[in-house]
């Protein structure tokens, strides 16, 4: 700096020294965000991306009856509140981009802050993975929130204090049950190796406790059963040629063939992943050795052992996870285990960014795309936008007009549709979401397995298993379904002469292309 009349020249070098600073330091974000518009590509043009689970629509309610075990618990009613300024389009879009945003920064934030190769290498793995593309295509958003968040909760339990923590659980808390014990798995075995060991854990179960009221009040108040049957269903499966084992190790093995990524399965991709995944657990171990005292690197080899042999119960020891979930349907979450391979995924992720040094090792950053590139482009087209007809809008406003009391029976009685103006992918009912009354939808889950066959996993909704047996009962169905508190049937994709005999004494309100609206 040079003074002139008492005054400070900031030199032109300091300056240059701040803004190159300052871009080392958004790197792993701005890394994040251009994977995220890389991997989602046309999902992110005008419309909405729906595949499976991931279900967004117009205009959704704030305040919706809803029943059954709550899986979008509190994720629809953010999803509903940040609708009401913005478009619900435009929400979909910030969330899927902010996971891939916030799973970069997460695991970056876990290396050296000198090491800017080393952060760069840790952000592209944990945000470009067969982990996250399978659960990003089976539509699990709310799931993979927790997921990006998971680095942060790991950072902040590691570190202690209770608002920190807190602020860290979001992500997973508007997630719901599934995001939130996938980052417990990974915490909890962090908080175990801090001093004060016993109060740490309290205070980390009380902080998830109250976070997971949203959802954990009305679960234990649906009285949702839950089936064993799933456990064969949901259990880890090879989708390579190196197994169940190697499919997990490689952090694939979901359970639904159709949330893989083209060409995943094949000996070369397989082969160069797995080879992948043996040099980052050998580069985790090396951090292990040199931070042994580190409660963040030990929790997390634990909690990637435990949610490992997780994944393996359904697959090798099924009679385990049955067994509990007879016992207690709380253990219902364990069916998919594969979900917590979570904790590996990022153990994984800095294992690699561990050989990262210098500007050579920046060239790693492009291991995780080249190993997954299929990954790109909306999944080569399995992702895309797609805008509602007319006609779901107009029976939205029809229902949502109507003050009288009721619920909506959802018609075919399954809980998937293809339509024609999705592309043919296959979505959850977009009708479970678009009213503010209770809507009855049959959520019981058909899978084909070649082991065991077609799987049925029955419904856990008290109330569906009752209206399925109205609907198939003898005779017109439109009296006995009124008497059981349905006001509304709406039934989509040109289906009603099927069921039109059924209700016969049931008043068309609205009829469409593809929709007709009854009232009972």
């Known amino acids: 700096m040079s003074k002139r009349g008492g005054s400070e020249t900031r030199s032109p070098e300091s300056s240059v020294e701040k803004q190159r600073s300052l871009l080392v330091r958004l790197s792993p974000g701005l890394l994040g965000v251009l994977l995220g518009a890389l991997a989602l590509g046309p999902a992110l043009g005008p419309g909405f991306a729906l595949r499976y689970d991931m279900v967004f629509v117009p205009d959704p309610p704030i305040f919706r009856d ?7 618990v509190p994720s629809d009613l953010v999803v509903a509140v940040l609708s009401y300024p913005i478009p619900a389009m435009v929400v979909q879009k910030l969330i899927l981009v902010g996971i891939f945003l916030l799973a970069a920064t ?25 982990y996250l593309a399978q659960r990003l295509l089976l539509g699990q958003w709310a799931l993979l929130l927790g997921y990006a968040g998971l680095p942060w909760a790991v950072r902040a339990a590691a570190q202690g204090g209770v608002r920190r923590f807190a602020i860290a659980l979001i992500p997973a808390a508007v997630g719901g049950f599934q995001a939130m014990l996938v980052t417990l798995l990974a915490v909890l075995p962090v908080t175990a190796r801090r001093a004060e060991r016993w109060r740490a854990i309290g205070v980390t179960g009380t902080v998830a406790a109250v976070l997971s009221l949203p959802w954990l009040i009305p679960a234990l108040r649906s009285g949702a059963a839950t089936d064993p049957a799933g456990v064969d269903a949901f259990a880890a499966r090879a989708d390579g040629p190196f197994g169940v084992v190697g499919s997990l190790l490689s952090l694939g093995g979901i359970w639904n063939a159709e949330a893989g990524v083209p060409g995943q399965g094949f000996w070369a991709s397989a082969t160069i992943r ?21 409660p963040a690197l030990f929790g997390l080899a634990v909690a990637a052992l435990l949610g490992l042999a997780i994944a393996c119960l359904g697959a090798f020891v099924p009679a385990v996870p049955k067994g509990l979930i007879s016992w207690w349907p709380g253990f219902g979450p364990l069916r998919d285990g594969q979900v917590y391979l979570a904790p590996l995924a990022l153990v994984l992720a800095l294992g690699l960014a561990s050989f990262a040094r210098g500007r050579i090792g920046l060239a790693a950053v492009a291991v995780p795309v080249l190993v997954l590139p299929t990954l790109a482009i909306g999944a080569f087209g399995r992702l895309a936008a797609v805008d509602y007809p007319a006609e779901w809008r107009q029976v939205q406003r029809i229902v949502n007009a109507d003050p009288a009391p009721g619920a909506l029976v959802s018609l075919p009685w399954r809980a998937h549709r293809v339509f024609r103006w ?30 065991h066959g077609p799987i049925r996993v029955t419904a856990e909704d008290p109330l569906t298993r009752r209206v399925g047996a109205l609907l198939a009962g003898p005779g017109p169905a439109g009296a006995r379904l009124a008497a059981a508190g349905i006001r509304y049937v709406l039934i989509s994709d040109g289906n009603e002469n099927e069921f039109l005999l059924k209700l016969q004494d ?14 009972l």
């Open 506 to 519: 049931a008043t068309p309100i609205f009829r469409g292309e593809g929709l007709l609206l009854l009232r």
């Open 106 to 130: 997460g695991a970056a934030a876990l290396m050296p802050a000198d090491r800017t190769a080393a952060r760069l290498v840790a952000a592209a793995f944990y945000a470009w993975n067969l």
């Open 66 to 72: 809803l029943g059954g075990f709550p899986r979008a």
């Open 422 to 451: 999705t592309g043919g992918r296959v979505i959850l009912d977009p009708a479970t979401k678009l009213f503010a009354r209770r809507v009855i939808w049959n959520d019981t889950l058909v899978v084909e397995s070649r082991e």
């Open 274 to 294: 797995l080879l992948v995944s043996a040099v980052a657990v050998w580069g985790f171990v090396r951090l292990l050795r040199h931070g042994r005292r580190d």
